[in-house]
């Protein structure tokens, strides 16, 4: 049995983003209720840990960091004019805990004991820049972490693998020109779908070209379609890349329920991702650590989220949906091979 760590807090339900705005604090509200019934040996509970200033700039610019605090002390609003993105009176605070608390997983992942961690977190991080807050993301959470296992603990390779149906276009800005962390992002085709970046072609620059590798799915893509992107291109990069520690961007908005997005998954494709992610242990993966990016299909998001992490205590889906969703297959493999056309230059595919 591995044990499997998850953080979570009252805390970051504090970050109030309004009536009826889908990045709600009922995301943790009911992911908390959940595991006051769900029970399962493997899984162990902590708290929230607030991380410094200091820390998250290292990968913000110190006066992106200045006016988020001011803003947010003031009342806030939305930041730099960005209508989806709502900072309130707690939110720095709350982006601090939100640091601070996916560290403290990675921290119990690398010297814990632990393979394996989830951090239920918000605000979410994967769309902020390092001097922009920007589609519901503050501080990219990820990110911080990714870049303090490099310079804090001596980490040379890191592998992202990012699983929002949204492109992460804040985690691809960051890292667009290093070679020690790779980037790898299954999202929805980006002419569809906000922020209108991850082509096939955005490969990286100088050292870093080749680590961003972006895998756009069409609308209407479901378990069997997705299974082949990851098969053919995403899982074999990273196993190439031999990542000592791999994070996950974890958004769950690629459900068929999810009402932002046009990804049809159900819940027992997060289950094999899980499977899938958990076969890389012995390729010199030392760790896991997974952090909640979007989900908004409240209903699902918790069971999403226990398929995902306990795959690898479970010889099958811990949930089910009995429905078959259909895909245009030749669509599918069309856009995949694509993406394959272009990352065949710089991997052996």
Known sequence: MEKVIFAVGEIFKQHDTG?????????IEITMNFLKTFKHKALELIGPEKASREIVEIV????YVEYIKVFSEA?????LGDLDTVVSKRTYE??????????????????????IGFAAIRPPGHHAHKGLAKGFCIFNNVAIAAKYAIENYGYKRVAILDIDAHHGDGTQEIFYTTDKVLYVSLHQDPKTLYPGTGFPEEVGEKEGEGYTINIPLPPGISDKGYALALRDIALPIIELYKPEILFISAGFDTHHKDPLTDINLTLKTYWHIG???YSLFGRKVEG???????GYALNYLPKAI???ILACNTDNPLYYEKVVLKENMNYVRKSIEKALRVHKKYWKL
């Open 60 to 63: 913000h610019d110190p006066g």
């Open 75 to 79: 009342g806030g609003g939305h930041p």
């Open 19 to 27: 009536f009826s705005h889908p990045e709600s604090p009922k995301r």
């Open 288 to 294: 896991i650590v997974a952090v909640l990016e979007g």
């Open 275 to 277: 499977k899938a992610i």
């Open 94 to 115: 709350v982006a601090l805990y939100a640091v601070g608390t996916t560290l403290k997983v990675l921290r119990k992942v690398l010297f814990g004991g632990y393979k």
């Open 306 to 308: 226990m398929n995902l």
